[in-house]
């Protein structure tokens, strides 16, 4: 991991204090609310459905166990509301209803405290912290080097990137020095704090994008250049593929590649490129229209020539000044070094086979977690082990104190004191050695965080909702909850294979309803809550081919078929499936023609089904 | 940074050469001879686009004159207006003056070059 400075932890602390005047300002009437937003925004501090939430940020997913635990003091401490605040919450929540299943089960809102939750975006939410505590809870933060610096607003957001960056077999190069890089150019950016909109970065190293580059406003892949020719992992000068222009939102875009190969110590000089030019042409008329992905397809090429010219004019009249030194990318690399750990493997492979042939029900779950939560490892003696944050009773991503203080402990025990939050809003121990797999396993067992379900239907994303979020249309945590409840058989899950069900809120897409292979999107609609559900999306990986959003499966439907629709579609997929064929490879050999007719016959009310295959066949 | 309440006195000096330059316009179109002030319009704090065009004037056009921050200029933007190469900030009306200077001397150091300290932290570091 990145090792502050002395300048690092300085700048945290200030940033600190800073927000703790801006508070008390806005506090004593000070500075008036509309001041106030975007300067609590730009410190992680929305204001939502219940109360204040408040985002860390992660830098690409990274975390000690020091900063575990505070994160889990937070929870237990401060993501505590008043009795007044969770009483009108949960009169609230009850007015919305339950979802009724089939089995005559109803589903509704927990509203649980003293929880953290992960993101797709790898930072860290707590949905209950009073405001009037906020400014204590960043101080909290900086005593771990930790802030929620650009978690919101209009400006640079979090970097995001690979969760295996570093240790992926697959990896050109490690991206973690740019990420950590770039990251610092980022913060505090003069120029770029009030952008036309939110601006997000992903970057990877690896030729399977674990980070859905093509859906950022920025995507970035490392690639090696030899010879002219874009040969990626051959030796060659490093640099980075930039593609410009993704995002998901109302209008879901693919971002564009506007340069196949950039130096590698140029990036942040391109980057101003970028920026400053969206930071010119970008709409501020219209929120919807205002990120870069509407800039670059409106422009096209035009958009590309103008950050060509001004990248050249960086270069040429202002010197270069921002290009990577060799020293500073020598000093940044130096802090991601790998541990020095390595194991005996005969003793690994004894011990693992020794536990095969133990018990019959351990054999087949140690076998199954194996297969689905161990990752294999640049270093062949360790392994990238993914603690699984989705259990019934859990929203996806939620983690109490208790189980945030056992990962702590679990990181310091089994992987050089360091732990990763993933796209998909769980755990990864990064470092763990291959002959502590089995005590790993009975560990993580023992905190139910070993659920075999890593890639599976019930690893779903979800966002938080119409149960937190003052945005959201309709509920997202009961929907999940919903389905998980239908599909707790572990046979079934490993049947069904690897699928990814993405579940948003509202269309400002935060639970990635666009990438999912089923995605299923909140609206609202005569005040109640419906959802659209698509068939086909994908974040851009190589089980999931190129990046794109999925296809809506006719008009929405209802809480209470959303898991009967997620049913039948996965029934016709079993009907339809070739021998060892995944649901995605199915749903585009025969198209979602069958799968849109099975969903439509789940719809409760005869005359809208009939609508729906009436308007479906008419569409055909 | 020279700091200027709402409601004092205009500093214009008579004869002074001022150029108002609204926050679409190019900065690098418009003839800068003779200008002796540029002044940059925020029709709305969260309107960032003056930050740009103070940039452009003063790292990349080389602008020595004044460059000012008018419109909605508000005391917890006035650091990265000074960095972005504003040399003095007209407040609006309910602004505080102290709450100014406070914000303007909180950082010691950024990490990334701007218009005023070209290099970034890294380099000076070094």
Redesign the interface.
């Known amino acids: 991991m990145y090792q502050y400075t002395e300048?690092d932890r300085?700048?945290v602390r200030?940033r600190a204090?800073?927000y703790r005047?801006?508070l008390e300002?806005f506090l004593s009437g000070?500075?008036d609310a509309d001041?106030f937003k975007?300067?609590r925004l730009q410190n992680g501090w929305y204001i939502q459905r219940h109360a204040p939430m408040l985002r860390v940020a992660v830098p690409y997913g990274e975390l000690s166990a020091a900063q575990v635990r505070v994160l889990a003091r937070i929870a237990r401490e401060y993501d505590q509301p008043s009795h007044e605040v969770f009483q009108g919450a949960v009169a609230a929540q009850n007015r919305l209803g339950d979802i009724q299943l089939r089995d005559g089960r109803a589903i509704g809102s927990r509203l649980p405290t003293g929880y953290a939750h992960f993101t797709t975006r790898q930072n860290v939410q707590y949905n209950w912290i009073p405001l009037d505590k906020s400014a204590d809870v960043m101080e909290l933060l900086a005593s771990v080097g930790m802030h929620g610096i650009q978690t919101s607003g209009?400006c640079i957001r979090n970097i995001t990137s690979d969760e295996l960056a570093g240790i992926a077999v697959d990896e050109v190069a490690d991206p973690r020095p740019f990420a950590e890089i770039l990251r610092?150019?980022?913060?505090?950016?003069?120029?770029?704090?009030?952008?036309p909109r939110k601006f997000k970065v992903a970057i990877t190293g690896a030729r399977e994008d674990r980070a859905a580059i093509g859906w950022h406003d920025v995507g970035l892949q490392l690639v090696r250049n030899e010879g002219g020719q874009f040969a990626n992992g051959a030796e060659g000068a490093l640099g980075f593929k930039v593609l410009v222009g993704g995002g998901m939102g109302r209008t879901p875009v693919i971002g564009t590649t506007i340069r196949e190969f950039l130096p590698c110590d140029q990036i942040?000089n391109y980057l101003e490129a970028v920026v400053?030019v969206y930071?010119?042409w970008g709409r501020?008329d219209n929120a919807y229209k205002a990120r870069i992905k509407i800039l670059v397809k409106a422009e096209g090429q035009r958009y590309i020539d103008e950050v060509e010219e001004e990248y050249r004019?960086i270069l040429e009249?202002?010197?270069a000044?921002?290009t990577i030194?060799a020293?500073?990318f020598e000093?940044v690399s130096a802090s991601f070094v790998p541990p020095a750990l390595n194991c005996d493997r005969k003793t690994a492979d004894a011990k693992i086979a020794q536990i095969l042939r133990a018990a019959a029900e351990d054999d087949i779950e140690f076998g199954r977690w194996l297969q689905r939560n161990v990752a294999p490892h640049k270093n062949p003696d360790l392994r990238a082990v993914t603690l699984s944050f989705k259990r019934l009773g859990q929203a996806p991503g939620d983690a109490t104190a208790d189980q945030l203080d056992a990962v702590a402990e679990l990181a310091e025990r089994f992987s050089a004191g360091e732990v990763r939050v993933t796209h998909s809003q769980n755990l990864v121990l990064p470092w763990v050695r291959c002959d502590q797999l089995p005590e790993l396993w009975r560990e993580a067992r023992r905190l139910g965080l070993a659920r075999p379900n890593i890639g599976l239907l019930t690893d779903m994303i979800a966002c938080p909702g119409g149960d937190f979020c003052d945005l959201a249309n309709a509920r997202s945590i009961t929907v999940a909850e919903a389905i998980h409840q239908r599909y707790q058989d572990l046979d079934e899950l490993h049947d069904l294979g690897e699928i990814d069900l993405h579940i948003s809120g509202c269309m400002n897409s935060c639970g990635h309803h666009h990438s999912g292979h089923i995605g299923i999107l909140g609206v609202d609609k005569d005040g109640r809550e419906w959802y659209q559900v698509t068939l086909g999306g994908s974040d851009g990986s190589a089980l999931s081919g190129p990046a794109g959003p999925g296809k809506v499966v006719g008009p929405s439907f209802s809480s209470s078929e959303v898991p009967e629709a997620v049913e039948a579609i996965l029934e016709t997929y079993r009907v339809l499936r070739n021998p060892n064929e995944p649901f995605i490879e199915t749903l585009r050999r025969v198209g979602a023609e069958p799968f849109k007719q099975a969903a439509h016959q789940v719809r409760h009310d005869l005359e809208r089904r009939a609508e729906a295959v009436a308007e479906h066949a008419h569409q055909a | 940074m020279k700091l200027i309440a709402a409601n004092a006195e205009p500093t214009a000096t008579k004869g002074q050469n001022v150029l108002e330059l609204a926050n679409?316009a190019?900065p690098r179109q418009v003839s800068l001879a003779g200008i002796e002030r540029i002044e940059l319009q925020f029709p709305k704090?969260?309107?960032?686009?003056a930050?740009?065009q103070a940039?452009l004037l003063r790292?990349?056009l080389g602008f020595n004159g004044d460059i000012r921050a008018t419109g909605d200029v508000?005391v917890?933007?006035l650091?990265?207006?000074a960095?972005?190469g504003f040399s003095s900030a007209v407040l609006r009306a309910d602004q505080?003056l102290a709450?100014a200077e406070?914000?303007l001397a909180?950082?010691?150091?950024?990490?990334?070059?701007?218009?005023v300290q070209?290099?970034?932290?890294?380099?000076k570091?070094?």
């Not at chain 2, 704090?45 to 686009?49: A, E, S």
């Open positions: 300048f300085q700048f200030t204090a800073q005047d801006q300002r000070q500075l001041a975007p300067l209009n610092q150019w980022s913060t505090l950016h003069p120029e770029f704090a009030f952008l942040l400053r930071n010119r501020r004019q009249v202002d010197g000044p921002h030194t020293a500073e000093r | 679409d190019d704090f969260t309107d960032g686009r930050f740009s940039f790292r990349r508000l917890d933007q650091p990265q207006m960095r972005s505080d709450v406070r914000q909180r950082y010691p150091a950024y990490y990334q070059g701007d218009a070209a290099k970034p932290h890294f380099q570091a070094a």
